[in-house]
């Protein structure tokens, strides 16, 4: 089942949450959504699953435009909403039987039985949601999600906060459980995306600037750049930077605080901080940084 955005703007009073987005996802891809917070993944996620409704452009769920079939469409959509969102009194399973009641799900009994066995609650089915630790509370979004069989999902950063056991088995049930089903997941995580999705459509304020194949993507994690992060007690003069090794260099200075930059394997902490004190430089702070969204954005649209 495809699932198709074409045009896709979206505003919160003046404000330009998506700005002409279109994509489409093919019967049986699993694809990520990233973007950093408030790019817009959430706003698109309600937007399909019909929540809330767009200004402008068109949703066709296999080629059904949400405008006019949502009843239909929400019938073969799970949506696992952004902070999964549960009755914390109700049990497990009396909760998943009622979202299947509500889905109108065939033979539900045995449906919910399913679904509990199929994404690990069995031990935890008696217990009430609220009692549950966040990966199991996680697992009873999933359940409800998948409960009425749905051929698309939309999972809004399902493994946002928890614990990296339990993202790996998370991830390992949206793989398991993806593998007949057309899939959108939405995180802020470069590595999630690896890990789970075959294409990867990035969204930045409101627009989507990239959109390909996982593959193509990873090639470019690998060749990040190490950057360091110091500052110094004294104001220091920056050529005495010159003697440094010719893979490290200066990209920015201020006075007290650099950074450095280098395409070594190797972590240069150490050789920066011999160079510090054999420079008799009182060094105060030296962290760093992770290549952020931000750059990998700027070198994915150069
Ligand atoms: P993401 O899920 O990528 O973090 P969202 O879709 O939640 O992003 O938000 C996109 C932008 O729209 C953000 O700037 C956010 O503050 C804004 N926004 C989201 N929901 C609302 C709302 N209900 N009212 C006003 N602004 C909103
Ligand atoms: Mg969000």
Request: with cysteine; aromatic share 8%.
């Amino acid at each position: 089942m495809s699932l198709e955005a074409k045009n896709i703007t979206k505003l919160y009073g003046i404000q330009k949450a998506l700005d002409n987005v279109s994509f489409k996802i093919n019967t049986g891809e699993i694809v990520g959504f990233l973007g950093p917070n408030g790019a817009g993944k959430s706003t698109m996620m309600k937007i399909i699953t019909g929540f809330i409704e767009q200004n402008e452009g068109d949703i066709f769920v296999n080629n059904l435009n949400t405008k006019e079939n949502i009843k239909e469409i929400k019938q073969q959509i799970g949506y696992l909403p952004e902070h999964n969102p549960l009755y914390l009194d109700m049990f497990v399973k009396e909760y998943l039987n009622f979202v299947a009641k509500i889905y109108s799900a065939d033979n539900y009994k045995k449906k919910v039985s399913e679904i509990i066995e199929l994404t690990g609650l069995t031990s935890e089915q008696n217990k009430k949601n609220g009692a549950l630790s966040k990966g199991y509370r996680q697992r009873v979004g999933l359940a409800a999600a998948l409960i009425h069989n749905p051929e698309v999902l939309i999972l809004d950063e399902p493994t946002t906060g928890l614990d990296p056991n339990q993202i790996i088995e998370i991830r390992n049930l949206i793989t398991e459980v993806g593998k007949k089903k057309t899939v959108m997941l939405s995180t802020h995580i470069m590595q999630e995306v690896e890990a789970i999705c075959d294409r990867v459509i990035i969204i930045n304020k409101g627009q989507i600037i990239a959109d390909k194949p996982v593959k193509s993507i990873s090639g470019l994690i690998k060749r990040k750049k190490q950057i360091v992060f110091t500052e110094f007690a004294e104001s220091v003069k920056t050529d005495i930077f010159e003697k440094l090794p010719e893979y490290i260099s200066v990209v920015t200075s201020e006075n007290k605080s650099f950074l450095f930059e280098s395409d070594s394997e190797e972590d240069i902490r150490p050789e920066l901080f011999h160079f510090f004190a054999d420079n008799n430089l009182i060094l105060i702070t030296m962290k760093q940084k992770d290549e952020n969204m931000e750059d990998i954005f700027r070198s994915l649209t150069q």
